[in-house]
Each structure stands twice: as C-alpha cells, then as structure tokens.
C-alpha cells in the first residue's frame, strides 16, 4: 500500500491542491483511496466534506496530528497532507510511513529558499533515503524569470522536477465541489490533464 505524502514547511504553497488531486488521480485509476490531513487548517478534510456522491469515493483517514500511526488495512494507496512548519520528530513520524515525498514549490525567492532548507534536512534523514522524493512546480508560468530560477534551483538539489502545475481558476472552482481535474470530462481539462502526465506516470512507478 503506497503511502504519498505532500510535504513543504512553507505554507501556502498548495500542499492542498496537490494532495487532492493525487487522491482524484488515484481515484480515477479505481483504488482504494484514503486521504489523510494533519494539517490544523483542515483543507483537505474540508474538501472530501464537498466531494458530491456521484464522484468517485475517496475515504477520509482520520489522523492524530501530533502523533500520526500507520494507516488503516483495506486500501490501496494512502495520500497524506502535512502541516507548515513540519520538521524534526514530526518530519521523522511522516517518513517512516511514507514510500514517496512530493514537494510543492512555488517560484518565488521566499518558498524557494524556505524549501532549500528542507530539501536539505530530508537529504539528511536517513528514513528519507528509503524515499522517493520529487518536486512540482505550483502556479508556474514556464514563460517568466521566476520559473526560471525555480528550475535553476531545482537543478542544484538533484532531485527530479515532476512536472509543473499552471495557475488557472480550474483548480479552484474544483477545489469548491470537492472534485479535480480527473473528475471532469477530459476535454474540459485537457492542458492540465497534459501538465499531469509526468506526474502521475511517477506516481505510478
């Protein structure tokens, strides 16, 4: 049972958008999807709260925030999302369960530099080294200096870009009615559906 975990210390890099639309993604393959949220703001747990019935089951996993156990038996793929400010003891909780680490990053010198830092304590985990750890770009416009200092900075960790998610209003007029882009007809969503091809294609490795 792979166990995703979002994770970025920064807040407001989008560990929720991602985290629900892994799950979606998941859901749409036909798994048995728990999400989990440790974050004290809830999103995610708010978002499953909207998901209408007629869109494909995704099962809330009730996690104790301060001390996060292993999931429950009976499904195929957990995803978790993780709080801002997430290192230490916590940090060393979340990967002993996790088989894959996607971070989140913005391109902004702020997150850039916050995620550096954190990048840096994976490196140093030694449960991390038994982890798959792969980067999204968030709200990146390819065509601006930003992105490209995102993807110069990417470059120097070693680790793999997985892909890059546009900032357009699909994400959250979705992220309203409990649904992703891999609820919708795929016309509606083809560029983001193109955006998540390397993605998923790494998720499902």
Not at 137 to 148: F, I, L, N, Q, S
Not at 163 to 191: C, I, K, M, S, W
Request: aromatic share 6%.
């Amino acid at each position: 049972m792979p166990v995703i975990v979002v994770a970025n210390p920064k807040g407001g890099v989008g560990k929720s958008t991602l985290s629900t639309q892994i799950a979606g993604y998941f859901a749409s393959r036909g798994q048995s999807v728990m999400l989990g949220d440790a974050d004290r703001q809830l999103s995610s747990k708010l978002w499953l709260s909207l998901r209408p019935d007629s869109a494909r089951p995704i099962t809330s996993w009730e996690v104790d925030r301060d001390d996060i156990a292993k999931p429950p038996k009976g499904t195929t793929h957990v995803v978790l999302d993780t709080p801002a400010g997430l290192h230490g003891k916590r940090l060393k909780d979340v990967l002993k369960l996790a088989h894959k680490v996607v971070v989140p990053l913005q391109a902004s010198v702020f997150d850039i530099f916050a995620t550096k830092d954190f990048l840096d304590e994976l490196a140093q985990s030694s449960k991390a080294a038994k982890t798959q750890i792969g980067i999204v770009g968030m709200r990146v416009d390819e065509r601006t200096r930003a992105a490209e200092q995102l993807r110069t900075f990417v470059e120097s960790t070693g680790l793999p870009v997985l892909g890059y998610v546009r900032n357009t209003q699909n994400y959250v007029q979705l992220a309203a009615r409990g649904l992703t882009v891999f609820d919708l007809a795929p016309e509606r969503v083809a560029r983001d559906l193109a955006q998540w091809q390397p993605i998923c294609e790494w998720l499902d490795q």
